[in-house]
């Protein structure tokens, strides 16, 4: 009877899981889509319409309705170095607080 319960939490907490990161995926989207298109290049990204694509496609994968997949996964990865990675450095480029 335990375990039953058990899988319906676990299930829950999956689903709440990947509702909150298409929405921070989709977020992504939109401040990629809002930030100037030289400062990917000035950071040496990728270009804008290729991560605004990226977190799009992330924000749909999160959003359909499958078990933990490697889809997802692989989202939550993109996910993470968007907002770990891509956009501290887009931040610091356009706030102009480089080192010097």
């Not at 319906?8 to 930030?35: E, H, K, N």
């Not at 924000?59 to 997802?72: G, K």
């Amino acid at each position: 009877m335990l375990f039953m319960y058990f899988g319906q939490f676990t299930d829950v907490a999956f689903y709440i899981l990947r509702i909150a990161l298409a929405l921070v995926a989709g977020w992504g989207a939109i401040t990629a889509a809002l930030t100037r298109a030289d400062a990917f290049e000035v950071a040496g990204r990728q270009a804008k319409p290729i991560w605004v694509a990226i977190l799009g496609i992330c924000t749909v994968v999160m959003i359909v309705p499958f078990r933990m997949s490697i889809l997802a996964i692989v989202a939550c990865v993109f996910i993470g170095i968007y907002w770990f990675d891509v956009r501290p450095q887009l931040k610091e480029i356009l706030n102009n607080s480089g080192g010097w």
